[in-house]
């Protein structure tokens, strides 16, 4: 199985500061249609996960233009341009590339 | 505007079954591939199961294959999870997903005894 590792697991922040997500893959992403089929997930307290990020670096409907995904092969980014109050909660980067489709451990954001 | 809403859950003994279901609205549920996605409590997420749009093609967790079913009834707009010899270690929210876009609210196992 893909093993998915996310970095920090505890992040906290400052308002209006920048945040970064780091998550690390155990191999290679990329499937046979050339797509990376590497998801961000945020999961806010108390409520079902909601999708961010697709294939890497694309926004879900209604995400807002300061979450960024980057990345490539087994090595990705989620960027928060700008930390509000409602991002509070945990962040997984999930791959959808293998079977089993697995998550990595979650990275608690906190205001500071 | 896209509903998926879980039901099922609930309290059952080691060994036990139990079967989930959820009830999708508000899109084409027919041209959709689905998951579940359980948490365990105050754990991250671990997806479960998948299942095609027309249901030719199935995929499971290591962790429940054997034990659990998924099947779908695309006339009913209708997901399922059979939960056959259930553990305790299966106790968690369990989250219906459409192609992990939109996500159910989710619906609580218990097992214990």
């Known amino acids: 199985d893909v093993v998915m590792t996310q970095s920090p697991l505890s992040l906290p922040v400052t308002l209006g500061q920048p945040a970064s997500i780091s998550c690390r893959s155990s191999?290679?992403?990329?499937?046979?249609?050339?797509?990376?089929?590497l998801n961000w997930f945020q999961q806010r307290p108390g409520q079902s996960p909601r999708r961010l990020i697709y294939?890497?670096?694309n926004r879900d409907s209604g995400v807002p233009d300061r979450f960024s995904g980057s990345g490539s092969g087994t090595d990705f980014t989620l960027k928060i341009s700008r930390v509000e109050a409602e991002d509070v909660g945990v962040y997984y980067c999930?791959?959808?590339?293998?079977?089993?489709?697995?998550f990595g451990q979650g990275t608690k954001l906190e205001i500071k | 505007e896209v509903q998926l809403v879980e039901s099922g859950g609930g309290l059952v003994q080691p060994g036990g079954s139990l079967r989930l279901s959820c009830a999708a609205s508000?899109?084409?549920?027919?041209?959709?591939?689905m998951n579940w996605v359980r948490q365990a409590p105050g754990k991250g997420l671990e997806w479960v199961s998948y299942?095609?749009?027309?249901?030719?093609?199935?995929y499971y967790a290591d962790s429940v294959k054997g034990r659990f079913t998924i099947s779908r009834d695309n006339a009913k707009n209708s997901l399922y999870l059979q939960m056959n010899s259930l553990r305790a270690e299966d106790t968690a929210i369990y989250y219906c997903?459409?192609?992990?876009?939109?996500w159910g609210q989710g619906t609580l196992v218990t097992v214990s005894s």
């Open positions: 999930m791959h959808s590339t293998h079977w089993p489709n697995t």
């Open positions: 191999q290679s992403l990329v499937y046979s249609d050339g797509n990376t089929y």
């Open positions: 508000g899109f084409t549920f027919s041209s959709y591939s």
């Open positions: 294939k890497v670096s």
């Open positions: 299942i095609s749009s027309s249901s030719s093609t199935t």
């Open positions: 997903a459409r192609e992990f876009s939109f």
